[in-house]
């Protein structure tokens, strides 16, 4: 029988918490931890495991799909990848800073799980991801032109989409690919995106 708090079904944790919801709700995390919510009033634990069971074969897949995500992520760029990554930012922001008349910009790698680059208009400052690591240069290439048109446009409008077909052509298929690819496993994950 379920309790509040950790329980193991089938071997497997699911934590189960009552709260202010109207309805039963069962989700599996990205670390395929299984989690229930049970309606503080008006429905009984057992009711609640006679759901869960019921919907056990969800439970499964959504726990493999999840874990199967997890195993394919790469892990941390290495130090030889950043390196790798970090000279390259250097020579392309040096290019493109150049071609589009910026001075005073300033940028640095950082760990970002869901932006490729961020730019800070006002202090002329750019940081991008290491997720980059391992991506064609293309590609970062689009990242680096991208974050640069943020110090004249700082929103994704008509005028800042008119400048990127103007600044690289082509740009929104370097989007798309960038936006479906894992670069360092190979294998096509869920990544970061621009919008």
Same mark, same amino acid.
């Given at each position: ?77 290495? %130090?030889?990848?950043? &390196?790798? !990554? ?8 040096? /290019?493109?800073? +150049? #071609? *589009? ?55 994704? %409008?008509?005028?800042? &989409?008119? !400048? ?8 929104? /298929?370097?989007? +798309? #690919? *960038? ?17």
């Amino acid at each position: 029988m379920l309790h509040n708090g950790e329980n193991t079904v089938g071997g497997i944790g699911v934590d189960v918490a009552r709260k202010g919801v109207r309805r039963i709700n069962v989700r599996v995390g990205a670390d395929g931890r299984v989690r229930m919510s049970v309606p503080a009033r008006g429905t009984t634990l057992a009711e609640a495991e006679a759901f869960l069971l019921k919907n056990w074969g969800w439970v499964l897949k959504a726990r493999e799909a999840a874990l199967a995500r997890q195993r394919a992520r790469p892990g941390p760029a290495t %130090g030889f990848e950043r &390196r790798t !990554l970090a000279a390259l930012l250097d020579e392309l922001n040096g /290019e493109w800073t +150049r #071609r *589009l008349g910026e001075s005073g910009v300033t940028w640095r790698v950082r760990s970002m799980k869901s932006l490729w680059g961020s730019c800070h208009w006002r202090r002329r400052h750019v940081v991008y991801s290491t997720e980059l690591a391992g991506a064609p240069r293309g590609l970062v290439e689009y990242v680096v032109v991208h974050e640069l048109t943020h110090l004249q446009v700082h929103d994704h %409008g008509p005028r800042f &989409r008119a !400048l990127m077909d103007e600044r690289l052509p082509g740009w929104e /298929e370097l989007r +798309r #690919r *960038l936006n479906r690819r894992d670069f360092r496993s190979g294998s096509a994950v869920v990544q970061p995106e621009f919008w």
